[in-house]
């Protein structure tokens, strides 16, 4: 993963996703929307990032289909 791409991890659905970003907790997104939301937040461009990339984000507990 390149510097200036985040450290993203996604964690199992529990009433929502809890994301990591960088080591700080932003809440829980209930789709793609809401990690977009938190990307953007963290100063990332979400445009870029192609969210099935597991160099990406770190997906646990089932896929960016899985909210």
């Known amino acids: 993963m390149a510097t200036?791409?985040?450290s993203v991890?996604?964690?199992p659905p529990v009433d929502g996703r809890r994301v990591t970003i960088n080591g700080?907790?932003?809440g829980s997104a209930r789709d793609?929307?809401?990690l977009?939301?938190?990307l953007w937040l963290a100063g990332?461009?979400?445009a870029w990032f192609d969210f099935a990339d597991p160099d990406v984000?770190?997906?646990r507990g089932g896929g960016p289909d899985v909210w």
């Open 36 to 38: 977009e939301h938190f």
């Open 9 to 11: 991890i996604v964690n």
């Open 44 to 46: 990332f461009d979400p």
């Open 57 to 59: 984000v770190e997906w």
């Open 4 to 6: 200036n791409e985040p």
């Open 24 to 26: 700080t907790y932003y």
């Open 32 to 34: 793609t929307k809401g």
